[in-house]
Antibody, heavy 120, light 109 residues
Framework: EVQLLESGGGLVQPGGSLRLSCAASGFGFTSYAMTWVRQAPGKGLEWLSAISPSGNSRYHADSVKGRFTISRDNSKNTLYLQMNSLRAEDTAVYYC?????????????WGQGTLVTVSS | EIVLTQSPGTLPLSPGERATLSCRASQSVSGSYLAWYQQRPGQAPRLLIYGASSRAIGIPDRFSGSGSGTDFTLTISRLEPEDFAVYYCQQYGSSPPLTFGQGTRLEIK
């Protein structure tokens, strides 16, 4: 059974940092691109960052470019999102998601989400 | 960046009725690389349709997707009580960002 388990969310002050983790199991993690998507309270879905299976290619939305960094440790089957210089507008539930297949970056499995609250 | 506009914003229908949800792109979506997701309150999104018309594993056949270019449709043939949720389209035919629509809320009439 495919499982994605996010952790690392919480309350942080503006300007602070957090690192989110997504522990993957039940599939060949090293063969799939992975993605982070967030959802602000009461709002829609926002694509944030994606990383290739090897980790050599990374993409970030303009809204987080230069502040957030996606990475992965294939030896630990874990995806990360390092978030720096956090702002109030980064408050959201953050989901990790598995790509459906090579060349098909639709997301067939999602984690349960972890809440990040940026507030003083 | 491709902008996706979903309509209507809210769709009030009754169980057993047919639902038709629209997703329009600001430019052509390459390869019909468009997906639909369902999100129930308090849950993560669930993939329904990918490649504009292919059902994901385990999705009932009352859900169908169609369209190409800039106009796409999700149809639910006969609504079940569990289908009342928010639906998002997403395009993945262009270079990142891989954008989502703003969502359509399907509510019980």
């Amino acid at each position: 059974e495919v499982q994605l388990l996010e952790s690392g969310g919480g309350l942080v002050q503006p300007g602070g940092s957090l690192r989110l983790s997504c522990a993957a199991s039940g599939f060949g993690f090293t063969s799939y691109a992975m993605t982070w998507v967030r959802q602000a309270p009461g709002k829609g879905l926002e694509w944030l960052s994606a990383i290739s299976p090897s980790g050599n290619s990374r993409y970030h939305a303009d809204s987080v470019k230069g502040r957030f960094t996606i990475s992965r440790d294939n030896s630990k089957n874990t995806l990360y999102l390092q978030m720096n210089s956090l702002r109030a507008e980064d408050t959201a539930v953050y989901y990790c998601a598995k790509n459906l297949a090579e060349g098909q970056p639709a997301y067939d499995y999602w984690g349960q989400g972890t809440l990040v609250t940026v507030s003083s | 960046e491709i902008v996706l506009t979903q309509s209507p914003g809210t769709l009030p229908l009754s169980p057993g009725e047919r639902a038709t949800l629209s997703c329009r792109a600001s430019q052509s979506v390459s390869g019909s690389y468009l997906a639909w997701y369902q999100q129930r309150p308090g849950q993560a999104p669930r993939l329904l349709i990918y490649g504009a018309s292919s059902r994901a594993i385990g999705i009932p056949d009352r859900f169908s997707g169609s369209g190409s270019g800039t106009d796409f449709t999700l149809t639910i043939s006969r609504l079940e009580p569990e289908d009342f949720a928010v639906y998002y389209c997403q395009q993945y035919g262009s270079s990142p960002p891989l954008t989502f629509g703003q969502g359509t809320r399907l509510e019980i009439k």
